[in-house]
T-cell receptor, first 114, second 111 residues
Framework: SAVISQKPSRDICQRGTSLTIQCQVD?????MFWYRQQPGQSLTLIAT?????????ESGFVIDKFPISRPNLTFSTLTVSNMSPEDSSIYLC???????????FGPGTRLLVL | GENVEQHPSTLSVQEGDSAVIKCTYS??????FPWYKQELGKRPQLIID?????GEKKDQRIAVTLNKTAKHFSLHITETQPEDSAVYFC??????????FGQGTTLQVKP
């Protein structure tokens, strides 16, 4: 399976600022996704990162708050904009590496907003 | 909308006993059902999955069953060990990539 890395692994940020999270895969993948996992909760899909076009956002998530880039088939970024304490979560990228819907997750980015 | 309900939220078993976690889904078009294990501070790890054309799948001590008519699927862990202690998530998908997760089950295996 693919090796997935995320940067940063964790960060503490001030409210009103923005943080960009990177997701790197060691091989080309068809689909990349971004999830949020709030403390003690389940995983919620934020958006599908589409290569060469705008991301597809799920209900409750908007591009102005969570802009996403995917410049190629191995890399994507998620920005959490104008952060508030409610944005404190783990943000995970995942990939569909083998084109059969199986998703593998990156290690996550633990974000604390003060 | 699409929804996945998972029960129980917590489960405590004695080492060597079996554990069963159940999920129901709302979207009858769902056709892919993975299970993830998440240890504290770690990423979710896929442990087993099943597709709608199969009723049961087994991998060593873990098995998953699917009842499409009733729209529910279950994870069975036999001969539990302390290292099985973790949070387990079920999920369902009908469209490529859109996984809807259950709320999670915290499994504790007591030695």
């Amino acid at each position: 399976s693919a090796v997935i890395s995320q940067k940063p692994s964790r960060d503490i940020c001030q409210r009103g600022t923005s943080l960009t999270i990177q997701c790197q895969v060691d091989s080309q993948v068809t689909m990349m996704f971004w999830y949020r996992q709030q403390p003690g909760q389940s995983l919620t899909l934020i958006a599908t990162a589409n290569q060469g076009s705008e991301a597809t956002y799920e209900s409750g998530f908007v591009i102005d708050k969570f802009p996403i880039s995917r410049p190629n088939l191995t890399f994507s970024t998620l920005t959490v904009s104008n952060m508030s304490p409610e944005d404190s979560s783990i943000y995970l990228c995942s990939v569909d590496w083998d084109r059969v819907e199986t998703q593998y997750f990156g290690p996550g980015t633990r974000l604390l907003v003060l | 909308g699409e929804n996945v309900e998972q029960h129980p939220s917590t489960l405590s078993v004695q080492e060597g006993d079996s554990a069963v976690i159940k999920c129901t889904y709302s979207d009858s078009a769902s056709n892919y059902f993975p299970w993830y294990k998440q240890e504290l501070g770690k990423r979710p790890q896929l442990i087993i999955d099943i597709r709608s054309n199969v009723g049961e799948k087994k991998d060593q001590r873990i098995a998953v069953t699917l009842n499409k008519t009733a729209k529910h699927f279950s994870l069975h862990i036999t001969e539990t060990q302390p290292e099985d202690s973790a949070v387990y998530f079920c999920a369902a998908s009908r469209a490529k990539g859109k996984l809807i997760f259950g709320q999670g089950t915290t499994l504790q295996v007591k030695p």
